[in-house]
């Protein structure tokens, strides 16, 4: 069968790509060889949201005293938890489903394999296209240590209906410090180790230090600038292993989460044809073009950025190459959160890396405490940090820990992609009360 296009995988930046091109009159035919909706609906941002919603609750329930609420005899019920969980993700795979039902698109049910640069297999299948776009996404990664096959990834740690008494997760990144939030406000106690001296390795410390200490309150114990050597079977559960600051160390658990990052999918066929792959991924230039002119990859697999609106800003571009056109996209400023309580946001560079780069910036810092609407919620942990170069006015980055920070950031998302200076910000209004102000409070200290 002949198509305009092939896309290899229903995630983020495959499924919305092929409902795009099916809207500019275009034949898609999907390739999928799970559920549509990829790791992120399936297996990652979704399920996990879900169940941050929850711990959300939780930790209100658990600080209603705060309130003036006394709360006694909380039962919590983690199998509702998930069935909650089930759900959700359900309804928006039949969304998915919807927005294929196309007839300008075919969804394949299999595994893809590349033949050549215009053709892709799929079981006793063949389709040809002009293009093919590769939208494999990742899977979760491992460390090279003994016992490693005793842990769980988060495909596992998902699958779960029931609680163990306690938890080691192995990396303080994105996906371990959120689950180490979930399981800790179930009443589950959880340890985290990370290798780098401060968790969150891509954010800036400052934010990064402030969520590791408001999570080290509510009970979870966060050991960074530590190496884990191995995992092995115990009595009652497992012992992970760890060496901080040259003395070796060990963490008895019931149950051991791996969360130290993921690694691309590479379907079959890659390496045949010669697509230039690195250690990140396959390698691609802005247009998402592969070394193959016919065939691009987005997503994951790239590696450029493990996101998934990453996913379908890629998807975006490579359908307006392939169409000839040009768009305003601006792939360098791509927000990024952490579903903890309190979240975390950033877009834009650290003040670290303007140190590194030398940049001539200015840093200000606002505080949740001084804001009204953060009193009344009863949520004031956090702070804003923004980072602004003093020659052009213009935002180079903005870093977020409080309620709220992954919508907060997007008003600063916003502002650097239309190029504004911090002056435009501090001349838009802001209602009141509301978190925005906070942002706006730091930005009038420029």
């Known amino acids: 069968m002949k198509y305009d296009l092939i896309i290899i995988g229903a995630g983020p930046g495959g499924y919305e790509m092929a409902a795009e091109a099916a809207q500019h009159g275009r034949t898609v035919a999907i390739v999928e060889r799970d559920n549509l909706g990829g790791t992120c609906l399936n297996r990652g941002c979704i399920p996990t949201k879900a169940l941050c919603r929850n711990a959300e609750v939780l930790n209100l329930i658990h600080d209603a005293e705060a309130f003036g609420v006394s709360v006694d005899g909380i039962c919590v019920n983690y199998a509702k938890a998930v069935e909650r969980k089930d759900a ?12 294929l039902n196309n007839p300008q698109i075919t969804v394949l049910h299999g595994e893809a394999k590349l033949v050549d640069d215009h053709t892709v297999s799929v079981g006793d299948e063949t389709a040809e296209a002009d293009n093919i776009v590769i939208a494999t996404g990742s899977a979760p990664k491992a ?18 209906t029931t609680l163990p008494n306690s938890l080691c997760v192995i990396g303080g990144g994105v996906i371990g410090m959120e689950f180490a939030g979930i399981f800790s406000s179930f009443g589950v106690e959880v340890s985290v180790v990370e290798f780098c001296k ?9 934010v990064a230090k402030r969520l590791r200490t408001v999570m080290g309150k509510r009970g979870v114990d966060i050991k960074v600038g530590a190496g884990v050597k191995s995992i092995a079977k ?3 559960g497992y012992t992970v292993t760890y060496e901080a600051k040259g003395k070796e160390q060990a963490i008895e658990c019931e149950a051991v989460l791996m969360a130290v990052g993921r690694k691309p999918v590479i379907p079959e066929g890659v390496e045949a044809l010669g697509i230039e792959v690195s250690r990140r991924g396959i390698e691609v230039n802005d247009n998402m073009q592969t070394s193959i002119p016919s065939i691009y990859a987005i997503g994951d697999v790239n590696g450029r950025c493990m996101l998934a609106h990453a996913a379908t800003a890629h998807g975006m571009r490579a359908l307006a190459a392939i169409e ?20 975390m946001a950033m877009v834009g560079i650290t003040e670290e890396q303007c140190k590194v780069q030398e940049l001539d910036v200015t840093v200000k810092k606002g505080f949740f405490r001084s804001n009204g609407k953060a009193l009344a919620m009863g949520e004031t942990e956090g702070l804003v940090k923004m980072i602004v ?6 935002i180079l980055g903005c870093h977020i820990c409080g309620p709220h920070a992954a919508d907060l950031i997007q008003e600063v998302v916003m502002a650097m992609n239309a190029e504004a200076t911090i002056d435009v910000l501090t001349s838009s209004v802001h209602g009141h ?14």
């Open 88 to 99: 959700v993700v359900g309804q928006l795979r039949d969304g998915i489903g919807m927005l």
């Open 143 to 160: 460390l090279p240590i003994e016992g490693a096959e005793f842990a769980m990834n988060s495909d596992d740690i998902l699958a779960m």
């Open 198 to 206: 401060e968790i969150l390795p891509p954010f800036d410390k400052d």
């Open 234 to 236: 115990s009595e009652n």
């Open 324 to 343: 000839g056109k040009t768009d305003k996209m601006k792939l360098d400023i791509i927000p990024s959160a952490v579903f903890t309580t309190p979240e």
């Open 389 to 394: 170069d003093n020659s052009t006015r213009q």
């Open 433 to 446: 009360p509301t978190l925005g102000e906070v942002i706006l409070n730091v930005a009038r200290q420029f």
